[in-house]
């Protein structure tokens, strides 16, 4: 914790962290990755994923079964599994102490539209049966957008809040900000808080579409990212170390997304204000750094707030592919992996590709 | 039991304006009036192809039409649950009474719970690729099929900045997870205003899902009756607009009810079967958030969906969380089960019911199943003095939420 942001002991920590990502299961191989600044977006497998794709930030060798083993994982999609192995990866690195008390314990996870793979399978099933309800039941609730977050509570027993939120690029931020609200509200003692998203088949040619990039189209990236998030005197009755203290979120929205650099500009300064930081205090940038114009426009706006900086920007995106609902939480653990002093804050930033904008600012260095 | 961080300073949240969407009527107006005579919504559905069901019975809305409503919004830009909440967004904002350039210079909070997002437009895009592959799907609609759409449409159409915009697809109970985050929002003076709720449009896949679980009725939706047969699916959208006691108390405006509080928990048992047990619990979370005792709750608006196992354990739950279960009631036997919009709904109608004085019926009932046994307020709407009432919300994957609602009282 900063001098300068004396916690209360009701100020929010991030005490653990993990990541499942291309490079690999855990927060050891993410921070390696970023660190190295090593590409791992690679070629995709078209018997497995076809499509119009022919690279992508693949988790490497990831299936529901290869990684959670043949019991439960049946019916399990894609999306699901990365969730329940993304919140067990947090759980095998920092014990299980972690879902202790269950009823008190809030899980709140972001996705784009669930799995469009599994809905829009779903959906095909009924048009091309012999009747439309020759669809398989036991599949049925995968194409519910809460599956993910609702499974990875069944399978790790956690039983406080249970929350999906969805904002395309901005998810993993919204979900932060949500967290802090509930935990804040006492809804929960602590919160397990991350974004998912899938490669699919099907969310491949919806990109595809929607993007109308067509050989431009960047590669898509996908895994999860997880954050436990306390009040500190909660982390310190239990013995876990502040990695940073969750200063600020802020949103805003441009009317048009050509003005999205200005709004954003408006944003971070009014999240420093926010958090009581003065610019020259934001050491590391983790910006969304979407190809284009959106990443040309953020970085301008960040710029343009901290004026003349030797603050160390950290990109994943060109490392990982874009991994829509999933990116502003591998940004938040990329900040997270960047060593941060006492005064020290990170800056992560966000655009969404409908004009939306967001970003928080972390505290850094710990409590001695 | 310690008091929660914050629980001593937190404002009071007050609705202050409802915008809603429904078969039973749009506008807020036309929803009262469906409440209180007992108007059923259910009809044959329309939305997509039925060839090949025994039934297809929903409560559809057929007289929408989002150009009526919109300001700002191309509808054709939007899918069909976007133009739900971009409306629901305008008609809530101008039942508030607050003009739209004053909600514009406040802090604001969008957050639109779903449990389908815009899959009415996936259902489309799948068709598409089974007529012409997926190399040929439609640009407009692979652009505006995503969830957060919801949120961010009624963003646009208020043409609003300073705001932090959410879809929360928490499923069936959506709409109240939403509420909630607006209600801390406001309680913890992150925002000035919330417009939140629940919204989703009828699709072919939820109907082909719930039918073939052999949980879709025939005709007509009989929550807690011995005949029941399972849901009708519905859609809507109903968001609430809340500020703080203050705010509203300064600007003159007329106030609803009182957000006491809610409570969330998660069952972590079962993907589909709900739990009696967990259920109770978080009634009992959602009292002590609200500062009140089962005894206040002057009825119960439930999830109620009118199938076996919901009802029956509903009803359990009810009984282990009260001494003494007040009238329980389901407006699902009016709106069919609206999914994601279906518990915002039904807090629209519990705020309509503090104010207006009467309980909503439960309507297409002809006995009572002695397993559930409460008083459901059968088919006519009854006049009642109404301080406080609680909505219940349980979905898919165990996920519950409680709304607890009251008489504005104690106005200094």
Not at chain 1, 42 to 71: C, M, N, Q, W, Y
Not at chain 1, 74 to 97: C, F, H, K, P, W
Not at chain 1, 302 to 325: F, H, K, M, N
Not at chain 2, 379 to 388: F, I, S
Request: hydrophobic residues 40%; negative net charge.
């Amino acid at each position: 914790m900063t001098a300068a942001t004396a916690p209360d002991a009701g100020a929010l920590v991030v005490t653990a962290w993990s990541a499942v990502s291309a490079f690999g299961m855990g927060s050891a191989a993410f921070r390696d990755g970023v660190s190295r600044q090593r590409d791992a977006v690679t070629a995709v497998d078209l018997d497995e994923f076809p499509g119009p794709f022919e690279r992508a930030g693949l988790i490497p060798g990831f299936s529901p079964t290869g990684h959670l083993g043949a019991k439960g994982t049946r019916n399990m999609d894609r999306l699901t599994a990365i969730a329940v192995s993304t919140v067990g990866q947090l759980v095998r690195e920092y014990g299980g102490e972690v879902t202790e008390d269950p009823e008190r314990v809030g899980l709140v996870l972001g996705t784009g539209s669930g799995s469009v793979q599994s809905i829009m399978d779903f959906t095909r099933d009924s048009l091309v049966g012999e009747k439309p309800y020759h669809v398989d039941p036991a599949k049925f609730p995968n194409t519910v957008m809460n599956k993910a977050t609702a499974q990875s509570a069944i399978w790790h027993g956690i039983k406080g809040p249970n929350t999906t939120i969805a904002g395309d690029w901005l998810t993993g931020l919204l979900a932060l900000s949500y967290a802090v609200r509930l935990c804040r509200a006492g809804h929960c003692d602590r919160v397990l808080v991350g974004a998912v998203e899938e490669y699919s088949t099907q969310r491949a040619w919806l990109e595809w579409h929607a993007g109308a990039a067509g050989d431009r189209a960047p590669a898509l990236g996908e895994g999860g990212a997880i954050f436990l998030v306390e009040p500190v005197d909660v982390a310190a009755r239990a013995g876990r170390t502040p990695l940073a203290s969750v200063l600020a979120t802020r949103f805003m929205a441009a009317a048009t997304t050509a003005q999205a650099g200005e709004t954003l500009a408006d944003c971070v300064r009014a999240a420093l204000r926010q958090a009581g930081v003065a610019p020259a205090r934001v050491r590391v940038v983790a910006p969304a750094a979407a190809d284009g114009g959106l990443g040309s426009l953020e970085s301008a706006a960040i710029t343009e707030v901290l004026g003349e900086t030797d603050a160390r920007w950290v990109r994943c995106r060109p490392l990982l592919g874009d991994a829509s609902a999933v990116s502003t939480a591998f940004q938040l653990a990329a900040a997270l992996g960047e060593p941060l002093g006492r005064d020290e804050v990170a800056l992560v930033t966000g655009i969404d590709r409908d004009g939306a904008v967001g970003c928080a600012v972390l505290g850094g260095g710990t409590t001695s | 039991m310690g008091e929660p961080h914050g629980f001593a300073d937190r404002r009071r949240v007050v609705i202050t304006g409802l915008g809603v969407v429904t078969s039973i009527g749009v506008g807020v107006r036309e929803f009262l009036a469906g409440l209180r005579t007992g108007r059923s919504g259910a009809k044959p559905i329309t939305s997509f192809r039925t060839e090949g069901y025994a039934y297809a019975t929903g409560c559809e809305i057929t007289d929408f039409d989002p150009g009526q409503w919109v300001e700002n919004t191309d509808p054709a830009r939007l899918g069909r649950a976007s133009q739900f909440s971009a409306a629901a967004a305008r008609m809530a904002v101008v039942d508030s009474g607050m003009s739209p350039q004053r909600l514009r210079e406040l802090r604001t909070l969008v957050s639109v719970g779903t449990t389908d997002g815009e899959s009415r437009d996936l259902d489309t895009l799948a068709v598409q690729q089974v007529e012409h592959g997926p190399e040929n799907l439609d640009q407009v609609f692979a652009r505006r099929a995503t969830a957060n759409r919801l949120a961010t449409s009624a963003v646009r159409e208020l043409a609003l900045t300073n705001v932090e915009a959410v879809t929360i697809p928490t499923a069936c109970a959506a709409g109240n997870y939403a509420i909630g985050n607006g209600v801390d929002a406001i309680r913890a003076g992150d925002v000035d205003v919330a417009l939140v709720g629940g919204v989703d449009a009828l699709c072919r896949k939820t109907f082909a899902g719930f039918y073939r679980l052999g949980a879709m009725a025939p005709a007509v939706c009989q929550p807690f009756d011995l005949d029941r047969k399972g849901i009708l699916t519905g859609e809507g959208a109903g968001l609430l607009f809340l500020e703080s006691l203050d705010s509203a108390l300064a600007r003159g405006a007329r106030v609803y009810a009182e957000v006491l509080g809610y409570g969330l928990n998660c069952d972590a048992n079962s993907p589909v079967a709900p739990d009696q047990t967990s259920l109770a619990r978080c009634m009992q979370l959602a009292h002590r958030n609200a500062g009140i005792k089962p005894d206040d709750v002057d009825f119960i608006s439930a999830h109620g969906t009118g199938t076996r196992a919901n009802d029956k354990t509903e009803v359990g739950a009810i009984r282990e969380a009260f001494p003494t279960p007040p009238p329980t009631i389901s407006i699902k036997g009016m709106l069919g089960h609206t999914m994601g919009a279906a518990s915002a709904l039904a807090t629209a109608g519990c705020a309509l019911a503090i104010t207006e004085g009467f309980i909503p019926p439960t309507i297409n009932h002809e006995a009572t199943d002695p397993e559930c046994g409460l008083d459901c307020v059968p088919n006519t709407a009854r006049e009642a003095e109404v301080d406080v009432v609680q909505n219940n919300s349980l979905a898919f994957g165990g996920n519950n939420a409680v709304v607890v609602l009251g008489r504005l009282r104690d106005v200094a």
